[in-house]
């Protein structure tokens, strides 16, 4: 299982909310290249950029950052937030990112995303789940559809998606442990998929029941940021 942070990006600063509320926002570092290279010296090989200004505005804004680390360190970016458009796509791969990270417009305009996935490639692209309860929740989480999770990956795993990750907002950035059951229940339906867990880890248990499920990943944040779990216990995680 690989061990992926997240930097979360607010006016260029690396950020974390919670439950996805803006207003609940704390800033840990005004340098996020800083913050990636700590990541790379641990050992980290991936990396979860998430571009919050974007995914409020509906269109890239901090692929400067995204640029920055992907040209000073050697992890593989998976970048999202505001993407939108075939030029945003673009932006994004130029700029560094391994894989572009969709959400929303794979929700509101599927046709739009599968002429992407034939243009770049699908796996290119890895698909957000975000959920709350089992609806898929869109634009930086401020709406929620009717549209069932387990639909919604089942549907783009027939498209060719190859890499999916999901988000339980109820428990993002509240350290209280992730969806496990939820996750479970992923799985069962699509033994074969690559199944990225993100929110809610807090520990490294958390991490090895993860592993244990048989998650090919998971992304980790305020648990890191808040001191929850070094650097150092990651490096020597059996991933």
């Known amino acids: 299982m ?5 930097i979360d990006i607010i006016e260029g600063k690396c950020v974390r909310l919670t439950e996805g509320d803006y207003a609940q926002k704390k800033i840990y570092n ?12 641990a050992g980290i090989q991936r ?10 505005a509906g269109k890239v804004i901090n692929w400067k950052v995204l640029d920055q680390i992907a040209s000073k360190t050697s992890l593989a970016i ?5 993407i939108k458009e075939q030029d945003d796509v673009r932006i994004v791969l130029e700029s560094g990112a391994i894989w572009a990270t969709v959400g929303s417009v794979a929700v509101k305009n599927k046709s739009a995303l599968l002429q992407w996935m034939q243009l770049f490639g699908a796996e290119r692209f890895l698909l957000g789940a975000d959920v709350k309860g089992e609806a898929i929740a869109i634009g930086g989480w401020l709406e929620t559809t009717t549209l069932n999770i387990y639909d919604y990956i089942a549907d783009y795993l027939n498209e060719g998606i190859v890499q999916i990750f999901c988000t339980d907002i109820s428990k993002d950035g509240k350290l209280e442990g992730p969806s496990i059951e939820l996750y479970k229940n992923i799985l069962q339906k699509n033994p074969n998929m690559q199944l990225i867990a993100s929110g809610g880890v807090s520990s490294i248990k958390d991490l090895e029941s993860l592993q244990s499920i048989g998650c090919s990943g998971a992304i980790v944040g305020k648990a890191i940021y808040e001191g929850n779990i070094s650097l150092n216990e990651l490096t020597n995680f059996n991933f």
């Open 78 to 82: 998976d970048f999202g937030g505001g």
């Open 2 to 6: 690989q061990i992926i942070p997240a």
């Open 30 to 41: 005004e340098n996020p290249l800083e913050v990636a290279l700590e990541f790379q010296d």
């Open 47 to 56: 990396l979860h950029l998430v571009d919050l200004d974007g995914a409020k």
